[in-house]
């Protein structure tokens, strides 16, 4: 894809190598931990503690070099849109000690995650163009665009793996399969949208389009919970407003803000996360880049200065504030 529209040309200088690929803490009174792709989480009984690390990835591969305060970029705008829909649904969020970390309930999450779709765009446009118009059971018009605007906002779920792919998977099998509850299910769909519109409401603010984003729900004693990041450029798509209708109508790409930069540039050197390729080697400067562009994707989505939180004695910081909040 060509981002000339979304970000200006600038010479990038090398970076230097700096960023958090692992951490290995251990605190009193700690029940378990789990390593996901980018995340590192402690267990303290029925809370957690979620470190957002630099690591990145991509078509479900971690790659081997992290990128400089993209864990910060995550965490921070997590934190500023779970608390803008807390009215709509609890979340699982007790307190950000440290630009990295957030602690809060540990939550039993939904083997689903939650899709929702406004626009024909990434993988709905690639069923779509070999001829599909059924996405996890949802119905799609014929003599759509691509980037086109759904008539009404479409939830398109899919599993939740501990290893592998996610899946496509309809509401239909979600409830004969016994995945979610019924009435679970509806309540997590009837969110889906709530929290959807929300965000359609705070990217307009910003002169943004909320394309298309997922969320993750868990329960603490019985009840729902949004659970994870939420509206963050790794798990959301946005398109700029102004230039959406001409870019549309003239068939070209749209000015956008996602992560989508890194997998292109995957792409032209070769790898798609398929079985027999090899991950390219980044060089410094296009790790410099996409730091730079994680910056600017904060501060575009938020309307605020970031604010570097840096690297010096980093770790035992972030250490320092998990074991005073879990104690």
């Known amino acids: 894809m060509d981002n000339r529209h979304s970000f200006s040309e600038k010479l990038y200088l090398p970076s230097m190598s ?14 378990g931990k ?42 921070q705008l997590a934190a500023k849109f779970l608390s803008a829909t807390a009215d709509i649904v609890p979340n699982w969020v007790e307190a950000t000690p440290h630009p990295n970390v957030t602690f809060g309930k540990r939550c039993e999450p939904f083997k689903v995650e939650m899709v929702i779709r406004g626009y024909l765009t990434g993988h ?30 479409i939830i398109t779920p899919t599993t939740k793996a501990d290893e592998d792919h996610d899946e496509d998977i309809s509401r239909e099998e979600i409830l004969s399969n016994g995945i979610v509850s019924e009435p679970d299910y509806l ?23 909320l394309v ?52 292109q540039w995957l792409i032209s050197e070769g790898f798609q996360g398929k079985e027999g390729q090899k991950i390219p080697d980044m060089p410094e400067e296009r790790i410099q880049m996409i730091s730079d562009r994680y910056i600017e ?5 938020s309307g605020e200065k970031f604010v570097k939180d840096e690297y010096s004695n980093k770790l035992a910081r972030i250490k320092e504030e998990i074991t005073h909040i879990s104690q």
């Open 297 to 301: 994707l904060y501060e575009n989505i």
């Open 124 to 153: 709905a446009w690639r069923e779509y163009r070999e001829g599909k118009r059924i996405l996890c059971g949802v119905s799609m018009p014929d003599g759509m665009k691509e980037n086109q605007q759904f008539s009404e906002p």
């Open 18 to 31: 700096k960023g958090i690929t692992t951490t290995d803490f251990q605190f009193e009174g700690l029940t």
């Open 212 to 263: 298309d984003t997922k969320y993750e729900f868990g329960k603490f004693e019985g009840e729902i919970y949004l659970i994870d990041e939420v509206h963050t450029p790794d798990s959301s798509r946005y398109f700029y407003s102004e230039p959406y209708d001409a870019l549309l109508q003239k068939g070209e790409q749209q000015k956008q803000l996602s992560k989508e930069f890194v997998r």
């Open 34 to 75: 789990y390593t996901g792709k980018v995340r590192e989480v402690y267990k303290f009984g029925d809370r957690l503690a979620m470190i957002a690390t630099d690591r990145i990835s991509a078509f479900d591969v971690v790659l081997p070099k992290p990128i400089p305060y993209k864990g910060q970029v995550l965490n």
């Open 187 to 209: 309540k997590l769909e009837e969110y889906t949208r709530e929290l959807f519109k929300r965000g359609t409401e705070i990217a307009a603010q910003r002169g943004l389009i």
